[in-house]
């Protein structure tokens, strides 16, 4: 029985994906926060399966496949659809009183899958990168999917309060940005840490519980803000620390 924990986990943050997009696609902020919780469900899911797989000793190939597979859908179609209802909304193209736009600007949102393509450009390089047994190589796909999913939390933590945040987030130029930054991010030959723990003393893990202190604080602080700035700091210390733990 316990040869089949690690891939139920793997099929419940499939789950969460699809349970993701059902939401995403129905207009409405409400919906997108809904669809954000179960990405934050998903990645919890896409952890536990690798520990337990790991702890059991059960890994196999078909496990590996599967786990991608789930991912392509969670953390790479979710962060698509999730960023092109975003910009659509910063764009005024939904809801009774959309505006009308120039020549060619109401295709912009398509623009948000970029990010769907890059994602599976990373996971099939993962799947066949030798160099990423015990690190990354490129930002992995959960991560640039919750920078995506705090979007729409940021939005409902302001509702009717305009913040620079919100501000930023509403800005169709900044989504499109954000999507090219993080589909280079997931392809580009940048090592980064894994929080994976072999053991938990201090030693060799220095880097993985600094990063876990200072993003629990970011966390304390700022809330759903905290995310995308998480991320920052995760290769900002994979960056200036060691590489190899």
């Not at 970029?114 to 991560?143: H, M």
């Not at 913040?163 to 987030?169: F, I, M, N, S």
Request: hydrophobic residues 55%; glycine residues 8%; proline residues 6%.
């Amino acid at each position: 029985m316990k040869k089949h924990l690690p891939n139920a986990l793997t099929c419940l943050n499939l789950l969460c994906g699809c349970l993701a997009l059902t939401f995403i696609f129905n207009p409405g902020l409400h919906n997108l926060v809904v669809g954000a919780y179960f990405v934050g469900l998903a990645a919890v899911a896409d952890f536990l399966d690798g520990l337990v797989a790991r702890a059991l000793r059960v890994s196999s190939p078909i496990g590996k496949d599967l786990d991608s597979l789930a991912d392509m859908v969670s953390f790479g179609v979710v962060p698509g659809a999730m960023l092109f209802q975003l910009i659509i909304s910063a764009l005024g193209l939904s809801g009774p009183a959309a505006a009308p736009l120039a020549s060619g600007l109401q295709y912009l949102p398509f623009a948000a899958f970029t990010i769907t393509i890059f994602s599976a450009l990373r996971l099939a390089k993962f799947n066949n990168d030798t160099r990423q047994t015990n690190s990354f190589i490129g930002l992995p796909t959960p991560a640039s999917t919750l920078v995506v999913a705090s979007l729409p939390l940021i939005l409902a933590a302001h509702a009717g309060e305009p913040t620079t945040a919100t501000g930023l987030v509403l800005n169709p130029w900044v989504l499109l940005g954000l999507t090219l930054l993080l589909s280079g991010l997931l392809v580009a030959e940048l090592p980064l840490f894994a929080l994976k723990f072999k053991s938990f003393g201090l030693v060799g893990n220095r880097q993985r519980y600094l990063f876990l202190l200072l993003a629990a604080a970011l966390g304390l602080w700022l809330h759903a803000a905290a995310v995308p700035l998480v991320v920052l700091l995760y290769v900002g210390l994979s960056v200036v620390g060691p590489r190899r733990m």
